[in-house]
């Protein structure tokens, strides 16, 4: 019986291509699997993943694999799956069900044929699978060892599942990685979601008013990308050390009622429902582009929007023209969804390395030390960032100082003043 679900099996060579491309730009990933194909470490291990469908996964899954794991996948978005990546895993026998274009039914669906597995480690980018565990098939929970997450959204739900007493299982926070947030969340948010942009409408940047709702990892990466580009950034916030950072960064804060009779284009990257709703889709200029680049598709109020619509027409892949019944236009891409994922592909390949390192290596870590775990949100080691972060510098043939004796000597003196 096949042990996959995708769109079309035929897609495999391409997917094939595709990976091997990301292969070549994710060195510190390779690095790990050739280190440890031979050990196999994870032997015995069998993983549920739920992340989306991408070249840079295919690395990270192949990965796993490499290292002993037996596995199964879901995408974690309904609309991020590369279907040609899809069906080169399946064609290597992996047990992945995933396609491009899901209805919620179909999502959920997914993820219960990798639970078939009976996982005894989770691998999360936004939480779906484990909470999908802790309420619909508590059973799993007494033989996992842990979980990871990926994503900021997923670490918040799991620290509030963690506060109110309802994690079954340990989760390492991979997101909270200096070389993870640090990067992925700004370098590789702020280019793809552009990219996505771009591909959505062709529109030119330049002279533009930018909105980005958010000043956090992925909303700084979008606002810095979008000045590269020429375009005029506005900057919308709700915590105040945010908006001064914003500030001080010389980008313009106001709040969204303001920004949005103002803004050409939108993008939220907040992680809150609502930034975007009725009103403010009102009160948008003839011809406004909105979209987001959070976890959720919850950020733009798409209820509101559908409901002011008199028309509503696909007018370019991932592009709906709302006409508003005042009569001006609106502009949703991607529905609402990742902008980056489903109108682009994802975060670059070279930003997933380390992304994907700290995945690989926190489930190493998971697998040989969550028994002895509690039942909370991890941080990844110091030691562990610190590796990464070596690796890649080296594969990029950049080299730093060390500190001698004496310097450290120095930092540790508390006596040493004027
Ligand atoms: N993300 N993955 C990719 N190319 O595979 N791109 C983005 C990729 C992850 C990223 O790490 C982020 O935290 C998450 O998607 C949001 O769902």
Not at 88 to 115: M, N, P, R
């Amino acid at each position: 019986m096949e042990n996959y679900k995708v769109k079309d099996i035929a897609l495999a060579d391409n997917g094939n291509k595709k990976i091997a491309w990301a292969e070549s730009r994710m060195p510190v990933l390779m690095h790990l699997k050739e280190k440890y194909q031979n050990s196999k470490p994870l032997t015995g291990m069998r993983i549920a993943g739920c992340l989306h469908v991408t070249k840079e996964t295919a690395v990270l899954v192949k990965t796993l694999k490499a290292a002993g794991a037996e596995i199964s996948w879901s995408g974690c978005n309904p609309l991020s799956t590369q279907d040609d990546v899809a069906a080169a895993l399946a064609a290597q026998d992996l047990s992945i069900y995933a396609w491009h274009g899901q209805s919620v039914e179909d999502f959920y669906w997914c993820i219960d044929k990798t639970l078939e597995l009976k996982p005894m480690l989770t691998l999360d980018d936004g939480a779906d699978l484990i909470f999908r565990v802790h309420s619909k098939k508590t059973e799993l929970a007494k033989d996992m060892l842990g979980g990871t997450e990926e994503t900021t959204t997923g670490v918040h739900r799991l620290r509030a599942m963690a506060e109110a007493g309802k994690l079954l299982y340990p989760v390492m926070a991979v997101n909270d990685a200096e070389t993870k947030w640090d990067f992925d969340n700004v370098y590789g948010t702020g280019q793809s979601s552009i990219d996505g942009i771009v591909r959505a409408t062709s529109i030119l940047l330049a002279g533009k008013n930018f909105v980005v709702a958010g000043f956090g990892h992925c909303g700084r990466g979008c606002a810095m990308r979008a000045r590269g580009m020429g375009a005029r950034v506005i900057v919308t916030e709700v915590d105040p050390i945010a908006a001064l950072k914003a500030t001080l960064e010389g980008f313009e804060v106001m709040p969204m009622d303001k920004a949005a009779k103002i803004g050409d284009i939108f993008i939220t990257a907040t992680g809150v429902k609502d930034v975007i709703i009725a009103r403010h889709f009102k009160d948008m200029r003839d011809g406004a582009v909105v979209c987001n680049t959070g976890h959720y598709d919850c950020e733009l109020n798409l209820k509101d929007l559908y409901g002011l619509s008199g028309s509503v027409q696909e007018i370019r892949a991932n592009n709906e023209a709302c006409t508003l019944k005042n009569g001006n236009r609106v502009y949703l891409l991607a529905k609402g969804r990742l902008v980056n994922l489903a109108a682009a592909e994802g975060h670059p390949s070279e930003v997933m390395d380390m992304s994907f390192a700290n995945q690989f290596l926190a489930m190493l870590f998971m697998a040989k030390n969550g028994k002895n775990l509690t039942n909370e949100v991890h941080t990844v080691s110091k030691e562990q960032d610190q590796e990464i972060a070596s690796i890649k510098l080296k594969t990029m043939g950049i080299s730093i100082d060390t500190l001698t004796p004496e310097q450290i000597a120095y930092i540790k003196d508390y006596t040493a003043g004027t």
